[in-house]
């Protein structure tokens, strides 16, 4: 079966910033559980994933093209602009890319360490300053989407 395909819409900024919105969403949830003792480490670096994940699919949609549907970050990050400067070397995204599915599942989500949290946070912070960084390029505000 042929991978899904997201496309972009004609009102290709605003369907880019409805991402980046979700992006600062799920960042700010992992920020907050970070350290919880309420929270398992797994939740945060889940949610850490899912920024990276959707700020680089809102800097595809942004430049009006279409990504495959898929957590795979890498596959993802390949189909971003050539100018989009992404700072996670192919390794971070493949390993954050893993812990996404670990933190699913019951079998390895609580091997998720705290330091393995931290890394996803910062993997992420990194991913979604340069996705704004990309939004003022193309001369988008991007302080004005908040988080959703």
Known sequence: MPPKHKQPSAANVEEASRWFAFARGD???????????????RNTAYMAQQAAEKAIKAVILL???PFEMTHDLATIQAQAPSDFSNPASTMDLA???DIETMA???DEGDTVTSDDAERALGIANGILTAAAGHFAARGVDESLITAG
């Open 104 to 106: 699913r599942y019951p």
């Open 95 to 97: 390993w954050l890319a």
């Open 63 to 65: 430049d009006n093209m």
């Open 27 to 41: 960042i700010e949830t992992a920020r907050a559980f970070l350290g919880s003792t309420a929270v398992p480490n």
